[in-house]
């Protein structure tokens, strides 16, 4: 019978030789937390290596990502489908063991992490919504949601401030079953961090209202078995329990940031496994080590408890039985098609002039209505926002109730806390701020993009239009970050209808989304029913003339009013005039060729794009012979129209560049 | 004689009066601070309202920047140059009084803020850069340096993460001279703040190593008389005063989130007028009010008492003395133009295949030994980010001694406190972390291109080049969200010269700048001495043809290498074809219409971009007929040759593009 320690070995010696193969990685966090996670994975975290998608699973947040030859250990040691192979492979290209645990790569890893602090702040967002489910779903005799959060982390996630932000509301909110193992080694890159992080950690978590345990020896598993006892023990504080290590544990880089972040070399991997004493050659596991480790029988019996839980739940209660499973599945509601379609039509049949912050707001309450999974909330700006409907109830942290949470002024934390959400399943959050904090949370932002997940951000006071806030609320350069993130979707509707329509996309479409609103009341504008099915299609047609267009005027959300007068101005002159409206470009840039030539002729050479954001992005759709109407400085302080005139945003500015360029 | 609490109420009603005639503004914070405006500035702040420029002076921040009538409100009763006009045209355009302060707008605002958490972040770089200084430059019995940074808040920058990050440092570095007074008022834009900031915000910043007094009564002279002292006794810790404010103080919206950001309104303007017992109509300030605050006379004997101590200093230590004066004006040394000469003649002159980070390093080599005021450091990468010189002293907090901080793992507070540094002062401060990161300092490097101040970030790791540590540490769309920002410049060299140059116009352009570098190796390109001294223009012409081009390669950074490969095989076919180099588009952007079409002549339509990046930016160059090599998705976890090679980055794909342009 193996004895624990040689268990964690196990997690030891896989790490290095990974890493030797690769000729690249992070062995010094592996080796330093093998006993952390022989502590965790083999006596107190609930799961199912054949089914990482078990819906009571505990979740597991590897927050210092680059300890991921951890995970890939214990994943592939206690039975997921991982086999050695992929471990030979760790960081090739293809394989499920890249750099860095990546989400929808490789099974049982529950989030995507790396860029440090964000993992244990998403697990704020999933210990969050186990809660928030429970008190929804679970009935009396009848606990369907009961599982944890476990989290572990390094130095570094808990310098970077967004963990300070998450941490803060985590302690407010009282989140009990999230249990955080702070890897505390007192190394980071630099070297020893006491000159960088001489703060007493442990005081500032308890100022957050978390129980915090230690520091206990995180090499021995005693104490580690005790501490997690106690962790689970209080249910109404997430708890820290700081693990003393020693980075690099056993190998002659011991307490040396050169261990951080190089693979060992050859002599001092031959050392290390002399110190552990393994003899086993590389990527083999003595069979008793395997065994001990296998979890998978053990898995499969709590998950068929919980199946047998379930079951009885089911028959008492078979409607809320068959939501949990919808929400979990994220699949929308049966009446949602209709849903959507009398939210757009009623944005027809009123055809207001709203801020499109507000016509969001209309939007949500038809979504809010029909999406028990929505939860919503915003970072400290509610009434500015917009997203606090007639159907929201604002969040009740000692009853876990409500579904409209206040974040303070934590773009980045709320952000991450976003992504933890919607990776637990269940929910589609989404949350407001103003485009210019967009920046603050732009990381986690990308992580939603990388991930897939389902959340959308409202970002409103969209341009200069804030007005007399000035530049620094002014948003100039966020749209082009966003529009080029890979896999993230900006809406920037221009009235109530196409607010409407980015809406439904935003949550049909799956992934993450960011919605662009106005501060200001914008126009409203008739359509064909045609033409209404094509905002879908991210950008259109909405005026037009006769024949191929002499000139063809681009704009988005509060320009299409421009763009609309300037077509009016100029076809009274007699000339031919398009305005394409393109409230998503992305969407636009992936319709068929036929589309964009439809939209956009390829020979008519005479645009303007018109925005007011940075001109930059929009080259790419007037080309050489073009003209863009954008931001090329910051904004400034002054009533809305004031600002507006001065840099150029009236109609009489747009026809003046059309007439400039229709007479060339 | 008024009493201290008129002369509060001063400032409460210019806020109030200034707010209503604007119809836009923030009264609460105003209100609720101006007793501890009156204790600070009337008592303790030493300044000297004729010179805003006065290298001595204590600096003062106010962080919650929606505040800004409260200190414009400051600025006029001392005497800054900021007339009544001024404060009745809050708001306006081109006024003195924006929205929020803007540095370089307002005599006396000392940095811009607005976006929450980062005033007091970078209050921290201005105190630290005080100490720095004064152990530079202070002799025995000659004090030169010797001032406070004195910082406002409220609970939204203490919710931002942000402030966690800096204010942890500031513990560690024992900045004592560092002091906040923190309006805790309970109230933030959503309601009582217990909700979402339940912490023990005095434990936490004891946590962080600092003094921390009270709850003071902040609307009770005495106490706050009594804890500014208690603070300034403290020079080893950095000093939080926590003053328990009523928000809207006097009015009758007092205690409610709706005095926040909105007018008082009319009514409740009379109301707080008739409770302070105010009788001036709007804008007038009683004569006697007027005097107390008048801080002219004693402000001119504060500095002429400094003047004839650094004229005393200036007799004992002439050198160090013209040394001051020169840091502090900002004025680059007289050895500058040969110093960065050497610099990219050495580097023409070794000829090295080297990593841009490193060839940075080789630059950074020169500049160090050569400008004393260059404050460098990393986020806890200094050895990836090649920021550490061999003239770099490792900063010794305990000393204030050292030419290189180790920041941590704070991207964002790391970038805060450049950003402080350089208001302040006398420094040039430049840091790294990885480009990718780059996201979690967005809003700090926005501020810094708003500013203008001049500090340099090293962004390593440019691009898929990375490798194996995979897509989240991969940029793609940091370019251009970089690029697009007003008044920011990003730099990206493809070989030793390219960086040089690139260091060579970030330390002389004066505002801020970005360096994006590789972390793999890259070849070395051969040039002319035109072509060495085209490369400040931004964009040139690296490898030609024979009369007009047939096709123009445009490449940045290590892909200026698959142009060159191209070049050399389309021209071994006989193909006419240009490889532009454009380091710096923002700079090329800015150059002559000459220039411009000298190196993208107009005619020539086949062009192609490659960058590994979104490739949007690029259209702007390349046009409707051209074509760009970009990422358009997140990159991958593999050995770096594979990754290029998986994203088509290869001199054969760029060919085979060709090629087929060239068909056309």
Request: include cysteine; aromatic fraction near 8%.
């Amino acid at each position: 019978m193996p004895t624990r320690r040689q268990l964690a070995d196990a997690i030891r010696v896989l790490s290095m030789d990974a890493i030797e193969k690769a000729h690249s990685g992070h062995p010094g966090a592996p080796l330093g937390m093998a006993d952390m996670a022989e502590a965790l994975w083999r006596h107190a975290f609930r799961h199912n290596p054949a089914n990482p998608a078990w819906a009571d699973r505990d979740r597991f947040v590897l927050s210092n990502g680059h300890a991921s030859m951890l995970l890939y250990s214990l994943l592939h040691l206690t039975g997921y489908d991982l086999p050695m192979e992929e471990i030979r492979n760790f960081r090739q290209l293809a394989s499920r063991t890249p750099g860095h645990p990546e989400y929808g790569v490789t099974p049982g890893v529950d989030i995507s992490t790396g860029p440090l602090g964000q993992g244990i702040s998403s697990a704020v967002g999933m210990a969050l919504a186990e809660r928030l489910l429970a008190s929804a779903f679970n009935r009396p005799g009848h606990i369907i949601v009961d599982h944890r959060t476990w989290c572990f982390c390094g130095d570094g996630c808990l310098m970077e401030g967004v963990s300070s932000e998450a941490c803060s509301l985590a302690g407010t909110w009282g989140l009990g079953r999230l249990i955080v193992l702070y890897d505390s080694n007192g190394i980071s890159i630099d070297g020893d961090v006491s000159g960088w992080f001489g703060e007493d950690v442990a005081a500032r978590y308890r100022a957050y209202g978390w129980q915090v345990i230690g520091p206990v020896d995180g090499h021995d598993c005693d104490s580690l078995d005790r501490a997690i006892a106690e962790a689970k023990a209080d249910e109404k504080h997430p708890t820290l329990i700081i693990c003393r290590t020693h980075i690099g544990y056993g190998s002659p880089k011991t307490d040396s940031a050169s261990c951080h972040g190089s693979p060992l070399g050859e002599d001092a991997c031959a050392a290390a496994r002399a110190a552990y004493g393994w003899k086993e050659p590389p990527f083999v596991v003595p069979e008793d080590i395997r065994k001990e480790w296998d979890a998978r029988e053990k898995g499969a019996e709590a998950e068929a408890a919980w199946n047998n839980a379930f079951a009885e739940y089911e028959k008492a209660y078979p409607d809320l039985a068959a939501e949990f499973r919808r929400r979990m599945a994220g699949r929308l509601p049966d009446g949602w098609a209709k849903t959507v379609e009398d939210m757009v039509q009623s944005a027809i049949a009123a055809g207001e002039k709203l801020a499109t912050r507000k016509a969001s707001q209309k939007a949500l309450d038809y979504l809010v209505a029909a999406l028990p999974e929505l939860l919503g909330g915003s970072a400290d700006l509610t009434g500015s926002v917009c997203t606090l409907t007639s159907h929201s109830e604002r969040f009740n942290a000692a009853e876990m109730t409500g579904n409209h949470i206040s974040y303070g002024v934590r773009e980045f934390g709320m952000s991450c806390i976003l992504n933890g959400i919607a990776l637990h399943g269940g929910f589609i959050p989404y949350a407001g701020t103003f485009m210019s904090f967009s920046d603050q949370a732009k990381n986690a932002l990308r992580l939603a993009a990388i991930m897939q997940v389902r959340a959308v951000w409202v970002f409103t006071h969209d341009s200069i239009g804030v007005g007399e806030d000035g530049p620094t609320h002014q948003p100039v350069e966020q749209f082009v970050a966003l529009r080029t993130m890979p896999g993230m979707k900006l809406w920037r509707p221009c009235d109530t209808v196409e607010t409407a329509v980015a809406w439904k996309r935003a949550i049909s479409d799956g992934g993450p989304a960011c919605l662009a609103l106005s501060r200001q009341t914008l126009p409203y504008y008739s359509r064909a029913a045609a033409q209404v099915a094509d905002i879908e299609k991210g950008g259109y047609v909405l005026r037009d003339c006769e024949a191929v267009p002499e000139i063809i005027l681009i704009a988005t959300g509060s320009e299409v009013a421009l763009a609309e007068a300037a077509w009016a101005k100029l076809s009274g002159e007699g000339y031919r005039v398009r305005v394409v409206s393109m409230p998503c470009a992305e969407i636009f840039d992936a319709q068929s060729d036929v589309w964009k030539e439809h939209v956009l002729p390829h020979g008519v050479r005479r645009r303007i794009a018109i925005e007011a954001a940075s001109p930059d992005y929009w080259w790419k759709y007037v080309g050489l012979d073009g003209r863009v109407i954008g931001m090329s400085m910051f904004g400034a302080s002054a009533p809305a129209g004031e600002v507006a005139e001065k840099f150029g945003f009236t109609a009489s500015h747009v026809i003046e560049e059309a007439h400039r360029l229709l007479a060339q």
